[in-house]
């Protein structure tokens, strides 16, 4: 299994992103998605999931109405847009699956956004 972020940057309070995380090595449309994102010197947060059929989402208070969670099947891609940033959603973001049999669920390694003016 491999998950692999891009497309943080970094960006200016108010701009918007988008993040991809691409995956291979599993059946992509049998397994929800998440992305959490990690702040330095605190503990990761979860921001927002999708389940695998892509009709259900959810998302962190903190981020609901700015950020979508969508998925791309045919692409075997997961993405996060991100709109009217904050300096608060500074971290580095990474997706992961929402189940697997094998133990720790699989996640990648991460792609950093930085909110500064």
């Known amino acids: 299994v491999q998950l692999v972020e891009s497309g943080g940057a970094l960006v200016q309070p108010g701009d918007s992103l988008r993040l991809s995380c691409v995956g291979s090595g599993f059946t992509f449309e049998s397994y929800g998605m998440e992305w959490l994102r990690q702040a330095p010197g605190k503990g990761p947060e979860w921001v927002s999931l999708?389940?695998?059929?892509?009709?259900?989402?959810h998302y962190a208070d903190s981020v609901k109405g700015r950020f979508i969670i969508s998925r791309d099947v045919a692409k075997k891609t997961l993405y996060l847009q991100m709109n009217g940033l904050r300096p608060e959603d500074t971290a580095l973001y990474y997706c992961?699956?929402?189940?697997?049999?094998?133990?720790?669920?699989?996640r990648g390694q991460g792609t950093q956004v930085t909110v500064s003016s």
């Open positions: 992961r699956l929402t189940s697997w049999t094998g133990g720790r669920l699989p």
């Open positions: 999708i389940d695998r059929t892509g009709r259900s989402v």
